[in-house]
DNA sequence: CTGATGATGGAATGTTTATTCCATTTCTCC
DNA sequence: GGAGAAATGGAATAAACATTCCATCATCAG
């Protein structure tokens, strides 16, 4: 008698999105066949529920719609409307009649302040998004290692890059983690500051700013790990740098939010100070 | 015989959200009641008619079900179902798998850095809809009508709003305004800068710094107008500023990620820059 | 005041969509 | 290999929902 297989049968419904997400791995492995399928594909596609039918939902996943009536039973909603209700809650969450307020804000007409706002807004939220979507996971990965073992890490940034490359040596200090800011106030004597064992971590977009380059070559010269934040595609800075990790930013008119770049730099900070500690 | 009065019937539907607010606007007051009713309460809440019934949104307008339907009519559509299409084809695309994204990154595990990246993207995310949602817009333009007025703009931000302060100085000098940032490399020299006819844009987020109040304090007795950016409540600013803007920044863990913060300063340093130069 | 035209609300209808049921198949364990 | 249990697919049913229709009410010109 398989008394302790009964976390299958029903019990309350998820009430969060995340509670959702528990449940799928607690029951993963545990399923017959065609109910793992609708696990698998549910998990993959998990937004397209809100706005799908059960008739959808299961053909795309390819099985019949019963069965994915009984899967939600399994989840412990009563039916597809429950579990759908939760998507849709999620998502008008998500997005409180902020679409509406982004439309009238532009409707201030052109040139007006909150115009402006309503398209930095945009532009920034969409370079967050094509952040999360197009993040390379390996070379984030690599280069949190690489600046984790440094004993200083040196930042570069000039011009547009240059508040980014502030804000990082604001964190690091936070963050006890020996950083130095060159930000060129007394010219370049800064670079004799570069010793084996440090790292560098440059920012710079296209155009590049040439003091930035020149510092990763030297840095590269000497033996120093360069860990490159840019914008794609970033081919001809590949070889100056060990590890190059691409950011699109999205423009509106002649500048950009940098929301994307501040997002994935403090990720970087954050997780090399996490890996020190440790 | 009203033969110019027949704009009011039905012709081929809109295609865009924004088409369907074109089409809102011509018909604009030319409504009977009920359907102006309607009109006003769906220009008010587009998004959720994505993911409501008729039945919901013809109550939440206060009128019948059928009301509801004569508008849908109106505007061009067969029927309300039609028009809810356009309204989920938008949402659908606004975020394609965005938040699936995001909740693998989260997934990655506690701690790793591609989890973070989320976390950031997901609080820039926050405090970008909540600035578009909250921004006060006449203080905005008061915000503009100032600075623009002003000979040089002095800019102030330590610390944290360090970075902010420096990116408004790379783009007030694209746009060829004149800006001084007081950044405090040569001790506090820089403050016989400033001179009657000028103004100060300082950033500071509590706990307030005080180099930043001291400077507002100094420009305010000096005569000049002092805008300050601010998180709100900003009650213990009020006094040294002629206009206070807020913004609401989300944290995560210990840092913030700006992108609100800087889509406003941006949106009011290119604002100003228009404004002069007409 | 009256008749015609248009607007309105609610009840009736038809469609879509969720849900259940059951006959058949597939597994599992002896 | 066979008995029992679980799983599966599809057809039948029920619920939710959009849509239409019509009787009643308001408006306005003459």
Redesign the interface.
Known sequence: MPTDLHPIVPRDPPRT?AAF?DRLRELNGRLPRRLQQCADHVA?????I??STVAQVAQAAEVPPSAMMRFCQIMGFSGYAEMQRLF?E???R??????????N?KA?GA????T??????EA??QS??A???D?D?TS??Q??DLLARARTIHLAGF??S???A??LS??FD?LGVAAVLHDG?AGLGQRSLLRPGDALLAITFAPYSEETLALAADARAAGMPVVLLTDPPATRLAPVADIVLTVTEIDF???R????T???A???A??VA?RRDT
């Open positions: 999105v997400r993959r596609n998990l937004d397209s809100a706005l849709r999620a998502l008008s998500g997005m409180p009649d902020y679409a509406t307020r982004l439309a804000l201030g040139g007006h302040a909150s402006l706002v309503a398209e930095f807004v920034g939220r967050m998004e952040l999360a979507r993040l996971e984030l990965t280069a949190v011009r547009r240059f508040p980014v502030s804000y604001y964190v936070k106030v008119g002649a500048f939010s940098l929301s994307a501040i997002a994935l403090l990720s970087l954050v997780a996490a």
